[in-house]
């Protein structure tokens, strides 16, 4: 392995591609000369360091907290910290997931239901001549029994024609 080498070349001695390791520059992984040549040996010391999971003290790791300043938070290294956030990912799918599945209502149970509203809607419509039949013959002036009559004749039509419907 080359002692000094261009930051392409570096990428493709670790296998990766060149925005990458500009990535790694940025973020002070990289080694470089004055001449902007990589310092192999260094950058790689740099990048396993970094790399690396944080040490967990081990009174900590019993107390249960973990950083400094007893906030209960413990450091983790990039893939540590990668695995912990795809974790939790999943766990937000999983849950969206679940609050859909229980808004859905069952076809059964909406059959159920719109038969029983229907029931009652005929019902009701079955039995309004009869108490607004008196109210409307005071208003016209005529006998109340034939009001009721031509009511009753006019909703049953109605509610049979209703019945026909095919949505």
């Keep these: 392995m080359p002692k000094f080498c261009t930051k392409s070349e570096y990428a493709r001695l670790l ?6 390791v500009s990535h790694m520059r940025t973020s002070g992984v990289l080694v470089l000369t004055a001449a902007g040549k990589v310092n192999v040996d260094e950058s790689n010391r740099r990048r396993s360091e970094m790399m690396a999971p944080a040490p967990v003290e081990a009174s900590a790791s019993r107390s249960g907290g973990g950083a400094p300043g007893g906030s209960g938070i413990r450091e983790m290294g990039f893939p540590e910290a990668r695995l912990a956030n795809l974790r939790l990912q999943v766990r937000a799918r999983q849950l969206k997931v679940e609050r859909l599945q229980s808004e859905l209502i069952s076809r059964e149970f909406v059959e ?3 038969s029983e509203l229907s029931r009652q809607a005929r019902a009701s419509w079955a039995l309004w001549p009869s108490r607004v039949s008196e ?3 005071a208003a016209l002036g005529v006998k109340p029994h034939d009001v009721r009559r031509e009511l009753e004749t006019a909703v049953r039509e109605n509610l049979e024609a209703s019945v026909e419907a095919k949505f």
């Design 135 to 137: 109210r409307i013959a």
């Design 15 to 20: 296998g990766v591609s060149p925005s990458a």
């Design 112 to 114: 159920t239901r719109v």
